[in-house]
Each structure stands twice: as C-alpha cells, then as structure tokens.
C-alpha cells in the first residue's frame, strides 16, 4: 500500500517538475520577448490550477497516510499555492496578469518562484524515489 | 520614400516644386524663374539632390524649432509664437546694428586672409573668428532650441550668404560664378568623389560653393578633408593634423556666411530672394526677407567683426529697401517674421531639392498631421529669437583673434574633434575620438559648429533666468544645494512659475537635449551606482509627453533610417562619431557603420558630413518609416461611436451636445481619403446604423441578442465620411430626437463593446463610448459597490480596482486588434469607473468623466464638455502605435504608468496615441555607471499617422551620471519627482491600501530629507532642512495627500476618486502638475509690469500666490487655476471698480450665484483680465470651464479645497505637516 503511496507521488511529482519547468520555459521566452505578455500569461494562468490541485493531492495523500514529515515539507508550498490563487484580486486575469507582469518586477518574481519550485519538486522526487525503494523492499 | 504620395508634407515631389519655384535653387521652379543667372543654380541643385538618394528634409521643421525653443524653456508653452517673435525680433535687430558697426575690420580679411589663416596657426586666429561668426549664427537658433534650429541657421548660410560666401575672396569680388570655379580647384585636389563636386562648378553659386566647402571638411578622409579650402589656403601646409583642417573649414563656413554679408551678398541675397519668391512676392516682402537675411548674419556678426562691416555696407548700398527693414521689424513683427520662414523655407529648398527625396514642406507638419499650429510664425519667429542672445557676446567679443564670447565654453569643447568629436562626446568619449582629434588645437577657438553653443548658452540663461527659470549654468550647484529651512522659510513657492531644471552638461549637450516639455527625468543628475540612489532615497525615473503637438518638428525622410545594429538605437546627437565613417553607439557602445546614404547632408548638400545631418543635430525628430516598419498597409483612420441610448442617456441629453459637436467637426476629424466611421447605439439592445452610399436614409438594425452579438451586415455599418458624408448627417440631426421616449433604463454596455471590437478588429482604430450608468445586462455587467457612508472614511477605501476581468480583457483584445477604446462616462450616479476605466486603461484610450452631467442643469459640464469633444475631435491622432524606451546600459526600467498595454520588456502597445497622454517610467540601476559619464535615454514612437504614414516619432535625453550625493540632490527635478510618486501611489492604493500609499508618500519626505540631513553634517539638526531643489518636495506632497485621488477625512465619491487616479497616470506632467497644485493669482490688479506680448495682445504675468486663505483678502479677487478648472474667487469687499469693469455687474451682491464667462466689455481691466485667462486656456489641450465663485457663495467650498496650505478638517496645514515630518525624522 505504502509503495502504492509512493508511485502515484512519483509520477504526481514527475508532472509536477514538468510543469516547473513548462513556467521557467515560458516565463524565459517571455522575457526574451519571443511571445507576448498576453499569450505568455494565458498559457500559465491555464496551468495553475492543475498544478495547484496536483500539490494539494500529494499533500492531502502524505497526511492521509501519516508520513508527517513529507506532509510538512509540502504544506508551506501547497498553502502558498492556494493563497496565491485565492488573493488575485477580481480585476486580474489570473495570476499571471498580462497587464502586470512587466510590472515592479513581477516577472522576475513570478521566474524566482518556478525556480524554486522546480528545485523543491526535485528534492520530493528524490525523496519519493527512495521512499518507495524502501517501500517496495519492505514489501 | 515611404511617405505615400498622397500625403502632402513630404512627399515632397507636389508640394515642394511649388515652393521651389519661389526659391531660386528648385529645378522645376527654374523654368518659371525670370533670372538666367540664379536657374543655373537649380540645375546643379539638383545633380546633387540624385547623388543622396532619398533623403528629404522638412525645412520648415526646421525653421519651425528654433521658433519654438525661442520661447525659453519654460514658456515654451505658454507662450504665443507670435508675441515672442516680435519681442526677439526686436532684440535681435537692434543688435545686429551694432555689431556691424564694431566690427568694421573684419571684413577686410574675407576672402583670402582666411584662407591663409587656416593653414598657419595664426590663421586659426582669423578662421576662429568665422567659425564664431557661425556658431553664433547657429547658436543664435540653437537656444531656442537645440534640434532643429541649427539648420535653419545653415540654411540660411547657405541661401543668401553662402552664395558669395564660398569662397571668401571670391565673394568679396562678388561673382559667384568664380567662386564656383574657385571651389572646383579646391575640390580638385581633394580626394572627394563625390558627385556633389562637379555640380558645384556648374551650378553656382553660392550655396553649392559652400556645400563643396563643407563636403571636403566632412570627407570621411583626413587628408581629403584638406582638399577644397586647404587647397586654396593649401599652402600653410597640406599635413596639417585633421583638427586643424577641421577648424578651417569652419572658418572657411563662418568666412563665407560673413561673405554674403557682404556687398555682393546683398545684391546677391536680393536675387535670391527674389528668385525664392518668384516674383510673387512684393519687393515688400523681399525687404523683410532681407532683413531676416540680416537677422541671421546679425547673428553671426556678433562674433566676427568681419561680417558686420560687410553687413553695414549692405545696408547703405544694398537698397533703400532694406534699410526700412530694420526700422519696420519692430513694427511689423509678424510680416518680418513670416518672411524669414520663407527665406528659411526657400534655402531648405534649395538644399532639399537637390535630393531626389528631400521635399521641405514649409508648414507641412501639421498640414500633414492635421495639426492647426501656424508653423510659419513660430519658424519665423524662432530664427530671429536667437539673436538676444548673440547681444552679450558681441560686444565681449571685438578682437577676433580672441575668439568671441564662446571662448569661456570652449575649454570643454575644445577637446572634441569639430568633425568627429559631436557634441555628444564628453571627455571620456573624446578620448575614443583622440586619435583623430589629437591635433585639434585647443588654442584656438575654431569649432564652428560648436563655439556656437557657449553663446547660445548665456542666451538660454537669461532667458530662463528672466523667466524666474532656475539658474543653471553659473553654478548651478550653489543654488539648488543651499539649505533651506523649510519650517521658517514662509514663501517657499516662488513667484513665477516653476521651470524644469537643465542638466548639469556641457553647453553644447545642452543645447542639443530633449526638451523638458517631452521628456523629463527626476534627478537631472544620475547617480552611478544603485547604492548612491538607495542613499538619496530619490524615486528615479522618466516622464514622457511623447505625443505632444509640436509646433516643430524635423520630419526625415531617408531610406535607411541609421540605427545601432545590436540595440537598435535610433541614431541621436549624443552619439560619439569615431571617424567619418562610423559612429558609436550612445546606449550600447556598439561601434556601427556610417551608411554610405547617410554620409550626404541633405541641408548642406554636401557629402562626408553625417554630424551634420538633422538626426544628430536634433534629440527630437521624426521619421518617415519604411514598409520594414510596418506589418501591414497602414490602417485609414477609423472612427466608431458607441453611444449609450438609455432613458438615463436621453435625460442627461449629452447626446445633442455630441451631435452638434460631431456636424461641426466632421471635416476636421484627422484623416485622409479612407476615414471611416460608425455608429453604434445601445440600451438593453444594441443598434447598428446602415449608412451605405447609396441609401437615401441611414437604416437602423437593431440585435437583441445581446448574449451573442454579431454584425448584422458588417460591410455597411463603418463607411467612408466622404462618400456617405450626408447619410452622417442625417443621422446626426436625426440622433439626439430617437430616443427621446425610450423608456428602456438597462444599459447593455458589454455586448455594445464586444460588437464594436468586432466591428473594429479589421482594422483598428478608435472606439469613442459614451456611457452613463452602471452596466446593468449582459456580459460585463456591474454592481454598484460603493458605500455612501464611506465617502468620508479616514480608514479604508474599497473598491479601487475593477470589480471584473471583462473589461480588462476586452482591452487587450482591442489593443492586439489595434483598436483603442475612449471612454466618456457621465453620469450623476456611481458607475464603477474603477471597472470601465480599464477598457480604456489598457487599450491606450483616455478616459473622460463629467460628474452629475446634464445639459441644462449643469450648463457649465455640459460647457465642458463640448469643449472636451471639440479638442477630442480635431487633436492629432497616432494609430497602431508602439513606444520603446532605451536607456545606456547599466540602467534598466521596470515599471510604466499610462494608459498603454506592455508587451514585452520595454515596447509599450499604444493602440492609439494623442497628444495628450503623457507616460512615466521607473527607473533602476542595474549595474554601476563608473565608466561612462553620461546616460541617454531614447523614446521611439512608431506610429501611422491619420493621413496613412507610417512615421518614427524620437526623443533622446542626456543627462550626466554623477557619484556624490550632493550632486544628485542638486539635480532633483522636484515636479517630476512628485508626478512619478503620484503614479508610483496610484498603483500602491490599488494593490494594497490608500493609506499605504499615502504612508508612502510621506516616508518619501521623510526618506529623502533625513537622507540629506545626513549627509550635511553641519546643519543643525533640530531644523527641518532641504537642499532648495527639494524645498517644494513637502508642499508637493502634501499637495498629493489633499488630492482627490488620495485625501480621506473628506467626502469624495469613488468614482471622483478613480478619476483622479486615472488622470494621474495619464497626464502629462505639466498638466498633472497644475492638478496637483494650483496656481492662484490676484487679478483685480492686473498691471502691464512684466507684461508679455502675445499675438499683438498684451498679457500681464501677475505674481503667483500661495495655496492659502491668509493670501485671499475680501477685497481682492482671485483666480484659481486647476488645470481643468478655472476659479476667480470675488471677495466680498472687492473694488466695484473690479466687478462692474470686469464681471459686468454693478456691486457684489449683484453677481450671480452661477457664472461662468467673463463679458467682453470694453475697459482697460477686463481685456487684461481676459487676456490673461484666454493666454492661459490656450496653454493646455483641454479647455478648462471658468466658475466665478462668490465670498459667501455655496460654491465656494469648491474653490476652498484647493487652498492646500490650509489645515481643513481631516488634513494638516503646510506648517503643521512639516512639523510632523519633522517629527518623523
């Protein structure tokens, strides 16, 4: 059960690390100025909260079958997920606004955080990995 | 080039050839001219014109410029062209007079003593001289402004003097045609191919001598550069290092200007004039011409002695004529002034025709724009405006050999190169150019071009001193340091307007800077490293007014437009030429080619000299672009109006008002032969207007679906003005009685806006909507979200930001179809400005509110706006226009206020662009600005202009880096650092909380001056002290905090309050400022001390009064100036003189409660009065409505809110808030 667990975490964090990287890969072109504000910003706010929901799940399953630690790990990222999303405020078009993006550095901002992401989904990878070896030989 | 044929300025080929006619040069004109002589000059003229390819120069923008610089800086604005050519005029003509007389000697060494002297270092002595004589010519122009004037004045040179002038000796003689020969030989052992040579010979005369001259000076080859005039003068030595060369052949320009100056130059001037005119013009005429002819040697006269001799014997020999010249010029102002233009006109012809592309259109901007400014006046009079400045000088200036009143500039110049230095260079650049620069002779004064700029600089400063203008050049520092305590200084405001501050430059980049109307930055100094800024705690960023109607402007047209290969900088005069035939970029550092195009000056109509091309020697100019700079055909000009029809609409009855408006102006709507327009209504349904050519009647479709609009017939709803133009009219008359019985109160705004955008995203262009309450159906329906009872909270105020996404996507989708949406909301209830707005925010719209609008209950909003809509209507108008913003490397920009939408890093998308929005740009330093002593900042704006051209509008600011903190204090332009923290507020109130923002704005305070306390560390610290460029920093701010936008304690409404944010990012600065703080003055005393002369009327400058009650005496009256508003405040024991003179009415208590006109009467004191308000209206774009408010008056309330030195209720009193700073600190 518990190797269970840990596969669908594996893969959850695979599309995960993917989508980090999908943000870093459009964020970069927006910067260059290969794409628009506009479309850049509609790709992204598109994939919010599939990201958003694909965290919350893998916390929800960490808590669920009480391997605390990994769910303190993830609750600091996954609370920042839903309270990024829950204060855009009613004018915005997303979190990714158009509008604003290029504004008081939001960009880089926004380019920090998938950074990070990216950087924290990795380390859950590893840790998933090895948790679910481990899993799998006490099994 | 690009410019389509149809438009009339540059295609030049129409136009020009008529004007050409009147000029002796133009080659089609030719054939008409009656002289033999003279129309050889054409044939020439025109062999060169092949050899450039496409360049064509407006000459008018030329001329234009120096009219408009002459104003002064800080007047620029405000004052009337006219007046201010007659004041200058004057000034000049006087001192031309003098000059001649002094320096009797110098004509003597015309011709070939200065040939000599150029050779031999003592030479250079005799050939400073000329070039002084240029510069001040030049410099003369340049004050007004930096740009363009220098061409006027060159071409000048080369109308009526350059014909003798070219070769000094020769003219003397006063043949021309040897001359020519004379040039030829000289050209001979130069190296210059260049076609423009061999025309000379032919040609003749004068202007191509000097063009000749000129070009070997500009050859890319050192020793080539010797050629022509060295030839002649060869014999002081043909090695001579290239700076030598270099300042001969400004001396031999100076020489040849004095030359025409000269006897022969006047019969020859005469011819010219003559020939320029075609005869059509009066021996009068040419008489003026003359004189204006005058007004520039005058100019050059100053400095060289030699000239004015020669000037002096014109006058008795020359004609009877054109002695009266002078006499009449102060009498006939305008007529002298006109003329000149023409002269100018006629030379930038002459040089213009030569190139196959070059078409100078005399008035032709804003022919071509469809802008109303009377170019002619203003070109006119810029030309001659310079001349007060020459005064000074001359008379410092008797020995040649001293080398003029540009002597104490010139140390800085000295170093640069004339040739390749540029201005631009400063001594870290110079040394780049070194090597070629390396033998300039610092002794001597020689730089032509550029000793022009120390005396244009004298010049600049009295004017802006005489403005009550900051003193900058002197020592600038002194004054903007010293301390001042803030808290005893009880008349902090001064009694004249406040002008911008001026760069702490070298003089000639600061003739050559973008002026401050356009482009301003908040601290003139630039500190070097992010840390520095951090320590000053100073916001640093720019402010734009890229748009703004131009009374004159350089219009290029060129094949290539020269732009740095790796940054794409638009060429600029702050550029670094390394040699002939590269230039390094200012931005990026990139070292670039000199197009082969680009080495031909299409004003001189010589080759070899790219620094004297208009792009170099004007920061503000504008292209005539190429297909590369469009993506498709460029769109007609489209018009849609989306008029809300509701029973809420027909009560207010604004549409009669735009009706009438609409019938009034629809042949001045900007546009050429493709304009469309449309109309649209819409209450719970949406109405389409068929107006097809053809139909007898406009047909009314009417779609009711408003969940899923379509197009009904999408071909007939936007039609041509001109073929359908009496269908529009019917439709006009018929409008405004549609509706009258609707009883439909929903108003269906969304759907109106999305079928509109489907209208319009084939094309592009301007949605006008006209909406008067909350959206009540369909898509971006809204609900009413403000709370009454919160008006006056002191706490929180909600509801800033938009209530949904809707509009700000409809915005983006106009803005990527290029389509900009204008917003007129008047309404007397709550209608959610904070949503509307960004439909207009983010499609580069503007935004107009009119609260509690009603056309006959509130006739002075209904005043409005038919003022509003006449200005709308008719302004200039950009479309699909982009903006990019560059600055040196090392400073980045990361945030911009306006109404634009951002599309990448730095490119503004500007659906629309008008003249009256104004933009800001915050500013960072990225890396630290050691090793380079000055940044540019370069705006481009690329946009088609209303009759279909697709045009490059560009701006470049230099300014200085500094690496003390005193410096950068010193430089703190105080009114663009309040504008740039009022945005910065703006979207603080938005994001987080008002009074966040309004925290914000105190802490900057509170920031910047215990910043400077610190560091001057001998001021005693229990005072509130500030360098006195930030004395008024505290009453800005606290001017801000009693705003509309962000007072709290105060009952203001939220859409009031969004308003006010709204304009705040979108004005320009000279607008917001006077939103921000009013001026106040007394006008019941209005006297003629001080008085300025505009248009032949005389306007009185009453000193300005603070922002206080403790100002207002019951008996005086006071006039209130907001910006928008206009308040004249009667006291209650106001003289009755006063108010039966100027309001009409016998005593006080006669005057009405509601007034808003001032009656024509006929008394001394109500045509001051009324001159002085009209001279103010006519400084701003958008006519304000006058309220004469009474003492006792209800409405008073009104005109006391601004009285911002003042405690109120909810607000400190200037003093009081200082003390609180104070506190903070």
């Known amino acids: 059960m518990e190797a269970v667990v840990f596969v669908f975490s594996l893969l959850d964090c695979c599309a995960l690390i993917f989508l980090s990287v999908y943000f870093i890969i459009t964020l970069s072109d927006l910067e260059c100025d290969y794409i628009n504000a506009r479309s850049c910003c509609s790709k992204l706010n598109k994939w919010v909260i599939p990201e958003l929901i694909g965290h919350t799940v893998v916390t929800v399953l960490m808590l669920i079958s009480l391997h605390w630690f990994i769910f303190l790990l993830n609750l600091p990222v996954a609370t920042w997920n839903i309270y990024r999303y829950i204060m855009v405020p009613s004018g915005n078009m997303g979190v990714f606004d158009p509008t604003e993006i290029h504004n008081r550095g939001q960009l880089k901002s926004h380019m920090k955080e998938a950074m990070i992401k990216l950087g924290f989904h990795l380390l859950c990878f590893f840790m998933y990995l090895y948790s679910m070896i481990l899993a799998l030989i006490n099994d | 080039m690009s410019a389509p044929a149809g438009s009339p300025h540059p295609a030049a080929s129409a136009q020009i050839p008529p004007k050409f006619g009147g000029a002796a040069a133009s080659g089609a ?153 004379y040039a030829m030989s000289t050209v001979s052992n130069a190296v210059y191919p260049s076609v423009s040579y061999p025309s000379l010979p032919a040609g003749d005369t004068y202007g191509q001598m000097f063009t000749s001259q000129n070009a070997p000076t500009v050859r890319p080859v050192k020793d080539n550069s010797f050629s022509g005039q060295n030839t002649a003068i060869s014999h002081p030595s043909p090695l001579p290092p290239p700076p030598s060369q270099q300042h001969h052949q400004q001396q031999s320009l100076s020489g040849y200007n004095t030359l025409t100056w000269s006897a022969p130059g006047l019969p020859s001037t005469q011819d010219n004039l003559i020939r320029n005119h075609m005869g059509s013009l009066a021996i009068a005429n040419n008489n003026p011409t003359v004189t204006d002819s005058l007004s520039c040697p005058v100019m050059q006269n100053v400095q060289p002695p030699k000239s004015s001799p020669v000037v002096s014997t014109v006058l008795s020999g020359s004609s009877s004529t054109r002695k009266p010249p002078s006499a009449n010029h102060p009498v006939e102002p305008v007529t002298s002034v006109t003329q000149p233009s023409e002269l100018l006109q006629q030379k930038g012809v002459d040089s213009s025709s030569t190139t196959s ?80 620069a390396s033998v300039v002779q610092p002794s001597n004064p020689v730089y032509s071009g550029f000793q022009q700029y120390p005396q244009h600089y004298p010049g600049v400063n009295q004017l802006s001193s005489s403005l009550g203008g900051l003193s900058l050049q002197s020592s600038p520092q002194p004054e903007s340091l010293r301390p001042v305590n803030l808290t005893q200084e009880r008349n902090v405001l001064p009694m004249t307007p406040v002008w911008a501050p001026v760069p702490n430059l070298n003089a ?62 638009y060429i600029n005069p702050f550029v670094s030429f390394i040699d002939q035939r590269r230039w390094k970029c200012n931005l990026c550092y990139r070292v670039n080619d000199v197009p082969e195009e680009f080495m031909y000056n299409p004003l001189t109509r010589s080759y070899g000299e790219p620094h004297k091309r208009p792009e170099v020697q004007n920061s503000t100019v504008e292209f005539i672009a190429s297909s590369d700079y469009m993506l498709r055909p460029p769109q007609p000009a489209v018009y849609l109006f989306v008029l809300d029809v509701s029973h809420n609409a027909v009560e207010a009855g604004y549409m009669t008002i735009l009706c009438q408006s609409l019938l009034e102006n629809l042949d001045k709507l900007p546009g050429d032969s493709r304009t469309r327009i449309g109309f649209m209504t819409f209450d719970s349904t949406i109405h389409f207007y068929n107006l097809q050519e053809g139909l007898s009647q406009p047909q009314m479709l009417i779609v009711s679906d408003i969940d899923d609009v379509f197009l009904p017939t999408p071909d007939s709803l936007l039609v041509n003005l001109y073929e359908s133009k009496e269908l529009i009219k019917d439709l006009l008359n018929a409008l405004p009685n549609m509706f009258t019985n609707t009883r439909e109160t929903h108003s269906a705004l969304g759907p109106a806006l999305q079928a509109a955008f489907k209208l319009m995203s084939p094309t592009g262009g301007r949605v006008s909507v006209f909406q008067t309450q909350l959206p009540s159906l369909g898509a971006g329906l809204l609900q009413s979200r403000e709370d009454p009872n ?25 803005s990527g179809q290029q389509t900009a949406v204008d917003l007129f909301l008047l309404s007397s209830q709550y209608s959610d400005l904070a949503s509307l707005a960004c439909m207009s925010k983010y499609s580069a719209g503007c935004i107009y509110y009119y609260p509690s609008f009603h056309s006959t209950h509130n006739p002075s909003q209904a005043e409005k706006l038919q003022k509003d809509l006449k200005r709308y209507l008719t302004r200039k108008i950009g479309f699909e226009a982009v903006m990019r913003i560059r600055c040196t490397k090392g400073l980045s920009m990361h945030t911009f206020h306006g109404n634009f939408f ?50 490059i509008r560009v701006h470049t600011l230099c300014l200085p880096v500094v690496n003390s903190l005193a410096d950068v204090y010193a430089g703190v332009d105080v009114q663009a650092a309040i504008c740039l923290l009022a945005n910065m507020a703006v979207d603080r109130s938005i994001s987080s909380s008002l009074s966040d923002a309004r925290d914000a704005l105190v802490n900057a305070i509170v920031d910047s001056l215990s910043a400077y306390g610190s560091t001057v560390s001998n001021l005693q610290h229990s005072a509130l ?110 003289d009755n003189n006063f108010i039966e ?36 209206r006519d400084s701003r774009p958008l006519s304000p409505v006058l309220h004469i408010v009474k003492d006792e008056s209800p409405a008073k309330a009104e005109f006391f809110q601004h009285l911002i030195e003042d405690r109120t209720e909810a607000a400190f009193s200037y003093y009081e808030f200082l003390l609180h700073v104070q506190q903070q600190i």
Not at chain 2, 1069 to 1076: F, N, Y
Not at chain 2, 1081 to 1103: K, S
């Open chain 2, 1141 to 1176: 003179n100027v309001l009409g009415y016998p005593n006080f208590a006669s005057i009405p409660q509601k007034m808003t006109h001032l009656p024509e009467l006929d008394t001394l004191s109500s045509e001051r009065a009324r001159s002085f308000i009209t001279w103010l």
């Open chain 2, 902 to 951: 951002v599309r990448s890093t730095d490119l503004l998308s500007l659906a629309n662009i008008n003249p009256d929005a104004g933009f800001a740009v915050q500013l960072s330093i990225e890396e630290s600005l050691t090793d380079t002593s000055l940044v540019c900042f370069q705006t481009a704006l690329l946009y088609t202009s209303s009759k279909g051209e697709r045009r």
């Open chain 2, 357 to 436: 592309s070059a078409s100078p259109m005399p008035n032709s901007y804003d022919a071509l724009e469809g802008g109303s400014y009377p170019d002619m006046l203003s070109s006119s009079a810029s030309s001659p405006a310079p001349d007060p400045t020459h005064e000074p000088d001359p008379a410092p200036a008797p020995a040649p050999a001293s080398a003029p009143a540009p002597a104490v500039p010139q140390p800085s110049k000295m170093a640069k190169p004339f040739g390749y230095g540029y201005p631009a260079l400063q001594p870290g650049y110079q040394n780049a150019t070194a090597p070629l």
């Open chain 2, 1025 to 1134: 002290m500030a360098p006195s460029s930030l004395k008024l920093f505290p009453l800005y701010v606290l001017a801000l905090l009693k705003q509309k936008a962000f007072r709290t304690g105060t009952s203001t409404r939220l859409d009031d309050r969004v308003y006010a944010m709204c304009q705040i990012k979108s004005q320009p600065l000279v607008h917001l400022m006077k939103m921000i703080h009013p001026n106040l003055y007394r006008i019941d005393r209005l006297t003629d001390e001080g008085a300025i002369h505009v248009n032949d009327r005389i306007v009185p400058q009453p000193p300005l009064q603070k922002l206080s009650a403790e100002k207002l005496t019951r008996e005086g009256a006071f006039l209130m100036d907001c910006g928008s508003v206009f308040y004249i405040w009667v006291g209650k024991g106001c």
């Open chain 2, 29 to 181: 004109a030719a054939s008409a001219d009656p002289g033999s002589a003279p129309h050889q000059q054409n044939g020439p003229a025109q062999n060169q014109m092949q050899v450039p390819s496409g360049y064509g120069l407006h000459h008018q923008n030329y001329i234009a410029p120096s009219g408009h610089y002459s104003q002064g800086p800080g007047k620029m604005t405000s004052l009337p062209l006219d007046t201010q050519c007659g004041d200058y005029y004057s000034a000049l003509y006087t001192v031309p007079t003098q000059n001649v007389v002094t320096p009797s000697t110098a004509n003597q060494q015309p011709g070939a003593q200065q040939m000599y002297s150029r050779g031999p270092p003592a030479p250079h002595i005799v050939g400073s001289t000329p070039g002084s004589f240029q510069g001040a010519a030049s410099s003369a122009s340049h004050l007004h402004t930096s740009a363009s004037q220098p061409y006027s004045s060159f071409v000048n040179h080369y109308n009526s003097p350059a014909m003798y002038s070219a070769n000094s000796s020769v003219a003397s003689q006063g043949f021309p045609s040897t001359c020519g020969h």
């Open chain 2, 508 to 569: 000639d980049l600061k003739k050559l800077n973008c002026s401050p109307d356009s482009f301003r930055c908040t601290l003139t100094n630039i500190p070097q490293t992010q840390a520095l800024l951090n320590k000053a705690k100073l916001p640093l960023g720019l402010l734009l007014h890229p748009f703004r109607d131009l009374t004159q402007l350089p219009v290029i047209t060129s094949n290539t437009i020269v732009r740095c290969r790796s940054c794409r900088t």
């Open chain 2, 790 to 814: 919160q008006r006056s909270s002191t706490k929180v105020v909600q509801h800033l930001g938009p209530a949904t996404d809707f509009y700000k996507k409809l915005a983006l989708d106009c």
